[in-house]
């Protein structure tokens, strides 16, 4: 009995401990499952809301990503990719804020672009005051053109990234192309151009590599934005074309009446320009009767940044002196009494210790300036080398009824767009050369005698990159030898142009040429340099001097046979005449 109690009493015990373990495991299990149940609640919440880090930390990946392949794509276009995409991804490796499309590129782009300029600029002000009196004449001469075209670089990309910033809606799609293509071919010009015042002497050069590598990098970070600029627009201006023509719109064409002007000039300019009389805000008289006696007396007390025309009349009389129309003096007209009357002369030159630059008797850079019924000059002579009567870097600038007279490079179209009607244009050696978008129409563009073992070229042209929308075009002209060559001519070549820069581009059409131009036409600058890059074209030339059979064969030069191309040099095209022109009051032609 004992036995059978004790045996129960186990049971109860064993029944007892189980009772408890069971408690124990379904507390374990319920608590599992709880888990459990929490854990997929919290993925599938997380799956829907996307809120939680790993989820947070690919879409951040996911756009950097995408950010990266827009800059990618965008440098792809470009003459430097590498340069282009490095740039931007070391300046910022978080582009995904700032990046979402090609035109986001630009404008970054751009303005890591103003950075290295400025570091440009600081640059040049240390090695002046380095070197101070070590310095030649022309190598201080050379870093003041540096500070000033550096300066001229900064603000020409503040305004390219403030044209961008309203792109595409302030204006037509090919007016705002033009004007971002303009800004940024003159700001690699102006790269060129501070470099270019170094090549004279051998002295020179040792300070121009001090600067070379600065430089450089400026002028291929503007030739990639330039780029990704033609590539933008060029793709916009032809989906616009295909959809206007996708609804049976015709493209409206530009006017090329013979009467017209460019649109850039005003109505009121217009009449400026042609009208007999013009009331001047200032007259300019060497003897005393007017408000000042020199031009430059005028031109300083302009006002600066002004947007009403601002006429300087200057009355017959022989002014020796330098003038400085600078980009603070916009709207400015010079108005003489006749060309053979009014006369602005200098002597600069490179050999007696001037740049190319600054050797100009008159320099116009202030945007809209016009000219009329004058003659710039530069007496230095055939001996004395580079030596400039005019220099224009002034956008929409128009001259009317002048005379341009030195030897070799007599007028410097510097850059931006520019028109010339009715000119005189002498010289001998380059003696129009220049990376501007111009045109001279119905000129007289006469090469005279240079000095012995010389060759006379009329044009040589400087683009350096094949984005630039630059060129310097002969329309309508009258292509000859002045009195002092024409008895010996024979002795002395004269050719229609050389390339000074890799992409030199002329193009002469519609012309009479006499028998001053030798039958090749053109003339080589240094062995193959540039002769397969070059685009030199001839459109419908007559004269003596016009023929084509004999002329060069290089792989860039071609003569031009369809209209067609051709209407792509006139002012309505290659200098957006029809947006400005008719502002000058000076005559002119849109088209062919």
């Known amino acids: 009995m004992s036995r059978i109690k004790e045996f129960f009493a186990r049971s109860d015990s064993i029944k007892q401990t189980f009772k408890t373990k069971k408690k124990l495991y379904i507390i374990i299990f319920s608590s599992f499952l709880l888990v459990a149940t929490l854990i997929g609640i919290a993925i599938r919440e997380s799956n829907k809301s996307g809120t939680n880090q790993g989820s947070s930390a690919a879409s951040l990946n996911l756009r950097s990503t995408a950010a990266h392949a827009v800059v990618r794509s965008s440098c792809s276009n470009t003459l430097y990719p590498g340069l282009c995409y490095s740039t931007i991804a070391n300046y910022d490796p978080d582009v995904s804020k700032k990046v979402t499309s090609q035109k986001d590129v630009i404008e970054l782009s751009l303005n890591i672009t103003c950075k290295a300029i400025q570091k440009n600029y600081f640059q040049v002000e240390k090695l002046m005051a380095k070197r101070g009196n070590h310095l030649t004449k022309r190598e201080n001469c050379a870093l003041h053109d540096c500070l000033e075209t550096i300066d001229e670089t900064l603000d020409e990309l503040h305004e390219a990234i403030s044209d961008l910033e309203s792109y595409p809606t302030k204006k037509s799609l090919t007016q705002h192309a033009d004007d971002l293509k303009t800004l940024i071919s003159s700001a690699i010009t102006n790269t060129e151009t501070c470099l270019d015042g170094f090549s004279h002497d051998g002295a020179d050069k040792n300070v121009r590599k001090a600067l070379l590598k600065g430089q450089l990098q400026v002028e291929k970070m503007c030739s990639n934005a330039l780029a990704m600029i033609c590539n933008m627009t060029g793709t ?10 996708a609804k049976g719109r015709k493209l409206e064409e530009q006017e090329t009446s013979e009467a017209g002007w460019p649109e850039w000039l005003s109505a009121g300019d217009r009449r400026l320009l042609q009208s007999s009389k013009v009331t001047p805000d200032v007259v300019v008289a060497a003897d005393g009767s007017g408000d000042y006696k020199t031009v430059g007396a005028a031109v300083a007390a302009a006002p600066q940044g002004s947007s009403k025309r601002y006429v300087i009349r200057i009355k017959a009389g022989v002014y020796k002196e330098n003038v400085d129309v600078s980009k603070k003096k916009k709207n400015i007209m010079f108005l003489g009494d006749g060309r053979a009357n009014t006369i602005i002369t200098g002597s600069r030159s490179v050999k007696d210790g001037s740049t190319t630059f600054t050797s100009a008797t008159v320099a116009a850079v202030g945007e809209r300036f016009l000219a009329r019924d004058i003659t710039f000059q530069n007496t230095a002579g055939p001996s004395k080398h580079q030596a400039v009567a005019l220099r224009v870097g002034s956008d929409f600038s128009a001259f009317y009824q002048c005379d341009i007279l030195a030897y070799q490079d007599t007028l410097y179209v510097h850059s931006n767009r520019q028109f010339f009607i009715n000119c005189l244009i002498s010289g001998t050696v380059d003696f129009i050369f220049g990376n501007a978008a111009v045109v ?141 022109l008719s502002s000058t009051t000076f005559p002119f032609s849109l088209g062919l």
């Not at 916009?236 to 023509?245: V, Y």
């Not at 004269?543 to 059979?549: I, L, N, P, R, V």
């Open 236 to 245: 916009d201006i032809a989906n616009e074309k295909a959809a206007m023509l």
């Open 440 to 580: 001279l129409q119905d000129c007289d563009i006469h090469a005279r005698r240079p000095d012995s073992g010389q060759k006379n070229m009329l044009t040589a042209q400087g683009r350096t990159d094949p984005n630039q929308n630059t060129g310097i075009v002969i329309q309508k002209c009258r292509i000859g030898a002045t009195s002092d060559l024409k008895p010996v001519q024979g002795s002395f070549p004269t050719y229609l142009g050389r390339p000074w820069k890799e992409y030199s581009r002329t193009v002469i059409m519609q012309s009479s040429i006499t028998d001053v131009i030798r039958p090749a036409g053109w003339f080589e600058w240094s062995g193959n340099f540039a002769l397969n890059t070059l685009y030199y074209g001839e459109y419908q030339n007559t004269g003596a001097g016009a023929g084509t059979s004999g002329r060069v064969k290089w792989k860039g030069y071609k003569v031009i046979t369809s209209a067609t191309e051709a209407q792509g040099f006139t002012p309505a095209r290659f200098i957006a005449g029809s947006s400005w």
